[in-house]
């Protein structure tokens, strides 16, 4: 099989692609570049780039790439890579891929943006490497999940994103298609990625991305100094599906070649609205339209309680010690929504921890593991976030919503504009800010791109 993606990989040209492939795989680009300036302004910056002056290493000059937002500073293109990875993953808001679960764009846009920086990519050649390393991610995900998730806490965006990485780089630096073969099949070889991390709010989630990118980046290297991988290495005995598949035993791999050069998976992407886990996305649409749609505020509120499945149930943690801890918090997430209509910023989250409104909503809500929730997700594995919500107010009115897949999703997909409004209050107080206008249509019509220098630095773009 991983002959044969790399044969595509390697094949696919510009002119392939669909219109609504080149359109989304623009928008991925823009999403996720607006949560790498957010995440370099973000409260963990200083964690960030503490680290970036301590990893050092010997360069010659044209290895160089832009630190993103640093005026004149360049550092090595691996340094570059995992720091940007990092940035990608603060705000909780890059996209995904439900079928596949995990966050490709925070592996494969930074990662695609130094690239092209180093071997001078035009537009044309970013958006189609993009659709394809997309494809290469979504197609081994859908693979091995949902299972390889919810049984054995593997994280896709580590897991597939290396394997993907590696086509991207391949695509970037027009390798064969031997040697993105290899590449790809080294990559598979060394990746990983766990999700303990959402149990406790630990640092894990914006690192997993970091070492996705870098694992596909350090396999291309091996493959063009003669290292080669197994031809069989995704489907082989001791393979990637083998070692990844669910403690059920579950991998369906019929459709990891089906379709290929047509069905752009890229297209079937998800873009998040709230700043938390995507699991958590259904209950706070949820939240919101009831707020909405019955003018409710807090002192309103007696009881909440949110209907969901054992996916979401695992989520329960009505005392967050971290932001992250806090992202992966029903109700938590859920106060805050309640509250301020919105759970899109990491500033409302810290702001929240110590306002003592949203700690009273968090006591009025309870998470309860329902069988008709259980029941429609074992029929549909994939609407993940699926939940029921019922709020009862002190007049005695009962409201009720039932949310089985949230915004922002293939059934109901952002449009430039939502895009756009996000880019731009992911920018916003950032020295990128005054410049948003040229940044967005700079991608927007990204297929005329010839210099992507000057999405690196904040100067002035005339």
Not at 371 to 397: G, R
């Amino acid at each position: 099989m991983i002959v044969e993606l790399a044969d595509y990989v390697t094949r696919l040209q510009y002119e392939d692609l669909s219109e609504r492939a080149i359109e989304v795989g623009k928008q991925v680009i823009l999403d996720s570049y607006g949560n790498m300036i957010f995440g370099r302004y973000s409260e963990a910056s200083e964690r960030i780039l503490k680290y970036a002056t301590l990893a050092d290493s010997v360069i010659k000059n044209e290895e160089l790439v832009s630190l993103l937002g640093e005026r004149n500073v360049r550092t090595s293109t691996d340094h570059a890579v995992f720091i940007h990875t990092m940035m990608a993953r603060c705000a909780d808001l890059d996209d995904g891929y439900r079928h596949a679960m995990g966050h490709p764009g925070s592996v494969l846009v930074p990662l695609l943006l130094s690239m092209a920086q180093l071997h001078r990519n035009d537009g044309k050649q970013m958006i189609t490497a993009i659709v394809s390393a997309y494809d290469v991610y979504a197609r081994l995900g859908e693979a091995i999940n949902p299972f390889m998730y919810r049984e054995r806490g593997f994280d896709a965006t580590g897991v597939c994103g290396a394997v993907a990485a590696a086509a991207l780089v391949c695509k970037l630096t027009n390798a064969d298609t031997k040697q993105t073969k290899d590449a790809m099949g080294i990559a598979s070889l060394f990746t990983g990625g766990l999700i303990e991390y959402q149990n406790d709010g630990t640092s894990g989630k914006i690192l997993c991305s970091g070492w996705a990118a870098l694992t596909g980046l350090r396999a291309v290297r091996l493959a063009s100094c003669g290292f080669t991988g197994p031809d069989a290495a995704l489907e082989g005995r001791y393979g990637f599906f083998q070692a990844f598949k669910g403690t059920s035993g579950h991998c369906d791999t019929r459709d990891v070649l089906n379709g290929l050069g047509i069905d752009f998976k890229v297209t079937s992407i998800y873009f998040k609205r709230h700043a938390c886990q995507r699991g958590l996305h259904a209950t706070l649409d949820a939240m919101l339209e009831l707020r909405e749609d019955y003018h409710l505020t807090p002192s309103e509120i007696k009881s909440v309680e949110v209907k969901t499945s054992s996916f979401v149930y695992r989520l329960t943690n009505p005392k967050p010690k971290t932001a992250i801890g806090a992202q992966a918090s029903t109700q938590f997430t859920s106060a805050v929504a309640l509250k301020y209509g919105r759970m899109d910023s990491e500033e409302l989250i810290f702001d929240s921890f110590t306002d003592p409104e949203v700690h009273e909503l968090v006591e009025k809500i309870t998470v309860t593991l329902d069988d008709d929730v259980q029941e429609y997700l074992a029929d549909h594995p994939t609407h993940f976030c699926a939940a029921h919500v019922v709020i009862t107010t002190y007049d005695s009115h009962v409201h009720e919503r039932w949310m089985p897949v949230p915004l922002g999703d293939i059934e109901t997909p952002f449009g430039w504009n939502m895009l756009e409004q996000k880019f731009n209050r992911l920018l916003a107080g950032t020295p990128f800010d005054h410049t948003h206008k040229e940044r967005f249509e700079m991608i927007q019509y990204m297929e005329n791109l010839t210099d992507v220098d000057k999405l690196l630095v904040y100067k002035r773009l005339d």
